[in-house]
């Protein structure tokens, strides 16, 4: 007669899952000695003690705490909390002995409470008691959790099943419950090696902790063959071909280290690699799932170095996805970011939170305080320390640090600072494109689109790039070359930058990296600009003042208090702009003032031509009202504005071919005809010079267009060749 095959028993829901860790054991001896049930009288604890201890073990147990646990450092902080319990205890009994009362047996016994270490430490003395421990711990773990039933108990037991720390401890006893033999005999070992005892000569092999490789993979013993998975990984990363990627690792830590220590820190190196290859990808799910089980390992295993890297990815996640979404409509400037943001365990997480904090707002000068604290993480000027204690950050990228600051100097409008700082960043492809991307908005700004083109597109800029640092090479080449054609009103070349031209790398949240597939999110910085891009877009369509007045006194405001100088002087311009199309008393005179109060520091062409032709708008008012005031305003006030109109108009002309700015060059150019046809004088030169202009954009800038395409695309054929 055959038997019904058994039922597999169900495997429990939540955050406790096998293997069991030495940390989880013990907790749960924390637990029972908290609450004692066969103490003949139990010690009456107070109720700040059995606070602090619970806090102690829901830190660890639910992994919210700032680093590994060790058994010695659990038992230094349970005595702490036990000394100061028997002192109050001490105290409180003491009053009532002056007092002549009699002390309760149970508040007698709590002047020798204790965390009971060397009882722990005597269970796992040989590995068969440790076995008899475990058995034994799993039954009084359940027996201080209430049980299933609407009635009140007469003695209800210390946790509440469906409290947080009730249904954790119920879990890790469903988990023990499950263990085999081997199984509880390996936990005991392994509880013993985490107490620093070991499991003793007579143990028997079985007994030991022992790694088993994942079912299913071959064993490479070879360090030769991991270093060429290891250089097959990076290539396949660098060229977009993650399923090679994936491969690649795989076949890198297909390896059976000799020791099984070996092994579990090969266990949470994977993992960390994994977790970092999905988030970089944009597999936020799944580098989320993979990087939690990662800190798990790296707590029980002890890697505190693997676990700060863990931490940081982690951080990371949780402020990319948890910061909603920014309205473009309502930006805003945060001051106190601290309480947001989470704290930096190392330099690099400096770096990446200064990132998020100006993408939630935080302005400039304030940010760049975060430059200097990761430099102070390094501890580089300590002295009477070896070099491993010192260089505990010795992986801390300089370029990164360097190029950090040349955007943040960038940002505030100092050229001189920004192009030093690009110059020490290194020789990295990311540093290379940020440095030749500084060069060729400077070339942009004075008009010199050539040497702006031929900055991002040199040998230099784009040898070695990998696919993500492409796509952001890609974009500065198509903005560069769509500004051009915008300048130009060359609808050709923007028709062919639009065909070619693929959805643009975006950052799912603060801090985040740039994903082709992520969502789009606005940061506070880049919904400045985009602001100020939507005014200048407006006034050159003459739309309505009041549709463009708010918008540009909120670029304007965020500019100011977010210190992006160069941005506050495009948007004082731009203000001007709508101020001298007011009509209104002294509007005029207001446009004339915000003009000459940033009109020494514009660096850009265009924006001098912009200003230049407010300037000349200035005056043509004012020569207009002196004319209509009749023969007895006095001649010399016409004339002169007249004269300073003209002058304004020859300059603004200037900047705006400077700039290639036809729509700009057009406009200066009625204007000088409204003046010669105001003045009697002949206009038709001027209009010749405005026909031309009119006539459409040069057929050789569309040419160039193409063959810049074509560039682009067969430099993306050499990125997904792995530069072969």
């Known amino acids: 007669m055959s038997s019904s095959p058994k039922k597999k028993a169900p495997q429990p829901s939540g955050r406790v899952v096998d293997p069991i860790t030495p940390v989880q054991v013990a907790l749960a001896w924390a637990l029972v000695v908290l609450f004692p049930d066969v103490a003949d009288p139990p010690p009456v604890s107070s109720t700040a003690h059995v606070a602090g201890v619970l806090q ?58 204790s965390s009971r270490r060397d ?63 081997a199984e509880t005999s390996a936990l005991a070992a392994a509880v013993a090696q985490w107490a620093g005892l070991s499991p003793g000569p007579s143990a028997p092999a079985w007994a030991r902790p022992v790694a088993a490789a994942p079912a299913g993979l071959r064993v490479n013993s070879t360090v030769e063959r991991r270093e060429q998975a290891m250089v097959a990984y990076e290539q396949a990363r660098d060229s977009g071909d993650y399923s090679g990627a994936l491969a690649a690792m795989r076949r890198f ?130 002295d009477g320390k070896d070099d491993k204690e010192r260089n505990w950050d010795r992986d801390f ?90 300048l130009a009103q060359d609808d050709e070349s923007l028709t062919v930058i639009a065909r070619a031209r693929p959805p643009a790398p975006t950052r799912a949240g603060p801090g985040a990296p740039a994903r082709v597939q992520s969502s789009t999110r606005l940061q506070t910085v880049d919904a400045v600009r985009a602001a100020l891009d939507t005014v200048l877009e407006r006034l050159d369509a003459h739309a309505p003042v009041h549709l463009v007045l708010p918008r540009a006194l909120l670029a304007l405001q965020l500019a100011a208090d977010l210190s992006l100088w160069p941005v506050y002087r495009q948007a004082a311009v731009a203000l001007a702009e709508c101020l001298v199309r007011i009509d209104a008393a002294d509007a005029a005179s207001k446009a004339a003032e915000v003009v000459d109060g940033v009109a020494d520091a514009l660096t850009d062409e265009e924006t001098r031509a912009r200003a230049e032709l407010v300037r ?43 700039a290639r700015a036809r729509a700009l060059v057009c406009r200066s150019l009625q204007l000088r005809a409204l003046v010669a046809d105001a003045r009697g004088e002949d206009a038709a030169e001027v209009m010749r010079a405005w026909e031309a202009e009119g006539a459409g954009a040069d057929a050789d800038g569309a040419d160039e267009t193409r063959r810049v395409v074509a560039l682009v695309g067969r430099v993306g054929v050499r990125v997904a060749q792995g530069w072969a």
């Open 616 to 658: 000349a708008q200035v005056e043509l008012a004012r020569a207009l009202d002196a004319d209509a005031d009749g023969p007895s305003m006095s001649t010399s006030i016409s004339t002169g504005a007249w004269d300073a109109a003209v002058a304004h108009l020859d300059r603004a002309e200037a900047h705006a071919r400077a």
């Open 119 to 181: 009882e722990f430490l005597a269970h796992f003395a040989q590995v068969s008691d440790g076995c008899a421990f475990i058995g034994a711990i799993e039954r009084e773990v359940r027996n201080r959790i209430s049980e299933s039933t609407d009635e009140l108990p007469d003695t209800p037991e210390p946790l509440d099943r469906r409290s947080p720390l009730g249904l954790y401890f119920r879990q890790l006893a469903l988990a023990l419950r499950r263990l085999s033999f």
């Open 253 to 382: 830590y297909d390896y059976q280290p000799p020791s099984p220590a070996s092994a579990q820190s090969q266990r949470v190196h994977a993992l960390l690699s994994l977790a970092s290859f999905h988030y970089a990808t944009g597999g936020l799910d799944a580098a989320r799932s993979v990087i939690e089980e990662a800190i798990r390992n790296a707590r029980s295993q002890g890697e505190s170095q693997c676990l700060q890297q863990c931490m940081s990815i982690y951080h990371r996640l949780t402020t990319e996805t948890n910061v909603p979404i920014l309205s473009t409509d309502a930006p805003r400037v945060a001051q106190a970011l601290e309480a947001r943001l989470p704290k930096a365990a190392t330099a690099a997480d400096d770096l990446w939170l200064l990132q998020a904090a100006l993408d939630l707002g935080e302005p400039v000068h304030v940010a760049f305080r975060r430059v200097y604290a990761a430099l102070s993480r390094l501890d580089v000027f300590a």
């Open 56 to 113: 102690l073990i829901a830190l660890e147990a639910f992994e919210v705490s700032d680093g590994r646990l060790t058994f010695d450092a659990l038992c230094r902080q349970l005595d702490r909390l036990y000394a100061k319990e028997r002192r109050a205890a001490r105290r409180r009994n003491d009053k009532l002995r002056a007092r002549g009362q009699p002390v309760p047996l149970g508040m007698a016994a709590a002047e020798e409470v």
């Open 397 to 486: 990228d300089f370029g990164a640090w360097h190029a950090t600051q040349a955007r943040l100097w960038g940002m505030l409008g100092s050229d001189t600072l920004a192009q030093h700082h690009w110059a020490q960043a290194g020789d990295a492809p990311g540093t290379r494109l940020g440095a030749s991307c500084a060069r060729a908005d400077k070339a942009a700004d004075t008009g010199d689109f050539e040497s702006a083109l031929s900055a991002l597109l040199e040998w230099d800029t784009v040898r070695g790039m990998a696919v993500d640092t492409y796509h952001a090479w890609t974009e500065a080449v198509w903005a560069l070359l769509e500004r051009r054609a915008r």
